[in-house]
């Protein structure tokens, strides 16, 4: 698999929440399909240059966010991809929690984006 993650190690921002963000991104835009293997811990540190726990601690963040599934002795594997996903998980949070505008614009809204997927 060539999975190609770019780290900026100047720009302030810690190596782990880069790494979270540019999986979580492929997940999202289906560039890591449902059910695919992510790079062992180890494997990916190795290629990154980076402490296997940092590697170790992003898939946790993304398990905890329900992106990945880790499979102890298996490996890490994508539970979910497609921005179709997100769009539906935003609008059940805003339909669930009630959230609407005097005129119930946010329901209509949120309506909307999950039929357009």
């Not at 492929?26 to 890591?32: E, H």
């Not at 494997?43 to 402490?51: G, T």
């Not at 329901?107 to 997927?117: I, K, M, N, Q, Y």
């Amino acid at each position: 698999m060539a999975l190609e993650i770019v780290l900026n190690r100047r720009g302030g921002v810690p190596i782990r929440d880069q790494l979270v963000t540019q999986l979580e991104l492929k997940i999202l835009d289906g560039s890591l399909a449902h059910g695919q293997r992510l790079p062992s811990v180890r494997s990916l540190a190795r290629r990154l240059k980076v402490h296997h726990n940092t590697v170790s601690a992003a898939y946790q963040d993304l398990e905890e966010a329900g992106h990945v599934e880790l499979q102890r002795g298996s490996g890490v594997f994508v539970r979910r991809a497609g921005v179709s996903q997100l769009r539906l998980e935003r609008c059940g949070t805003l339909l669930g929690a009630g959230q609407t505008g005097a005129d119930g614009s946010i329901r209509e809204h949120a309506t909307d984006v999950a039929g357009a997927s």
